[in-house]
Structures are given as structure tokens and as C-alpha cells.
């Protein structure tokens, strides 16, 4: 799917301590909507302050609650996203890109879906020379880090619904 010649709705959301569990109503929306219209969806998003967003599976970790303590008294707000990966801080200022894509006959591959994201942002940020593959000893490492001269800069993640994908 290429980016050139399609329209692509923009959205832009700075989520807040009362609202952040909003974020996982609008990631099902945009999956919802993005099936239904069959067009894709750009989800810019950051929170307004430093913030853990915890992956699914981090809610298993032994000491979790006395963690969550800690990063409270540190004036960390924190939060359990609906999707797999580690946990991530985001602190304002740090951009989170969600790209939607409709998927609605479910032949796009996870490699696939991940090269499209990896693909855009070749194309946003040409003169970066970005490149995929697992970066070892990062955090949470995985086979599409994006990366800069052999630094990790950001790691993709995917959600994915019955007709689109994020």
C-alpha cells in the first residue's frame, strides 16, 4: 500500500492524567472505523506528563505494584495499553505514531503490516538512512526496531482487529 496517492485522515490527541484511558476507546474506534470506511487512519499522540504505558504482558511482573509505587512518588502517571510489547515511558514531548490500515480481507501478513509502517517512515524521514531489523541488546528488542547507524530509535508494535490493522 503506498502512501503517495491516497488520502489519509490525521489525527492529533495529547492524552492527560483523567483521560488516558481514552486511549484505548479511540484505538478501537480508528480500528472500527478504519474497517468500516476502508481508508487509513495517522494517530499522533503524546501524553501531558511523564507517563508508563505498560504492554499486556508486563501486568505479570512479580513486583509490579510496589513499581507502580515508586513511579507515583517519582510523579509518574502509568497506564495498561490493550496490546502486546513492554512497557514504555512517554514523557511530553515524546510523539507516539499510530498508523490504521484497513485490512478488511485479512491477507496482510504481520511482516507486511510492519513494513508498511517501516516504509512511511523511511519516506518521513528520508535523509535518516532508517533501518529494520532487531537491534540486539535494546530494550525489548524485535525484528522491526527502527533504527538510526545502528542505534535503536523506536520499536513497532501491531494491534489488530477483524478489518484493519494499527
Known sequence: ??????????????????????AFADTNALLADC???????????TTSQPTLILGINDRHLPKLTAGLQY?????????????GGLAVISDPG??????????HQQKLTVDAAYEIIAGLM???????NLDTYEVINSYCP??????VNGQKIAGIAQRRSKGAVA
Open 1 to 22: 500500500m503506498g502512501f503517495t496517492d491516497i488520502p489519509i485522515t490525521v489525527i492529533r490527541k495529547t492524552y492527560t492524567a483523567a483521560d488516558k484511558l481514552i
Open 35 to 45: 474497517d468500516q470506511f476502508q481508508r487509513p487512519f495517522i494517530h499522533f499522540w
Open 71 to 83: 513511579l507515583v512518588r517519582q510523579n509518574y502517571d502509568y497506564f495498561l495499553r490493550n496490546s
Open 94 to 103: 515524546v510523539l507516539n505514531i499510530s498508523l490504521f490500515v484497513p485490512d
Open 122 to 128: 523511511r519516506s518521513t524521514f528520508p535523509t535518516f
Open 142 to 147: 524485535g525484528k522491526y526496531d527502527l533504527s
